[in-house]
């Protein structure tokens, strides 16, 4: 039983920056593998990033290799991705997702899902 609360979503310039937050309660937070996912209107959800129990692993969509960064900090059971250099195409409602000891980059492994917080890029 996870449930996954995101914030820091918002109205953002192009080249600006915005820090999402994913807050998790439930038991065993380090045993659990966790991502970043957003859909945009009339697309498919599509995988951005994600981190492993330990935050010793991440993983990157190569759309925002080098402009997101993911991280964890399991004391306060939070994750985190870092955007930076923000573009339009980066507009979506962005998810934060869970996986009990394994960490996966398709949707379709991930057991638990946050409500979603809007990013919206303007040029």
């Known amino acids: 039983q996870v449930q996954l609360v995101e914030s820091g979503g918002g109205l953002v310039q192009a080249g600006g920056s915005l820090r999402l937050s994913c807050a998790a309660s439930?038991?065993?937070?380090?045993?659990?593998?966790m991502g970043w996912f957003r859909q945009a209107p009339g697309k498919e959800r599509e995988f951005v990033a994600a981190?492993?129990?330990?935050?010793?692993?991440?993983y990157y969509t190569d759309s925002v290799k080098g402009r997101f960064t993911i991280s964890r900090d399991n004391a306060v059971n939070m994750v985190y991705l870092q955007m930076n250099s923000l573009k339009p195409e980066d507009t979506a409602v962005y998810y934060c997702?869970?996986?009990?000891?394994?960490?996966?980059?398709?949707?379709?492994?991930?057991?638990?899902w946050g409500q979603g917080t809007q990013v919206t890029v303007s040029s």
């Open positions: 997702a869970a996986v009990f000891a394994r960490l996966g980059r398709t949707g379709g492994e991930y057991d638990y």
């Open positions: 439930g038991r065993g937070f380090s045993m659990y593998g």
């Open positions: 981190i492993s129990g330990a935050g010793r692993t991440t």
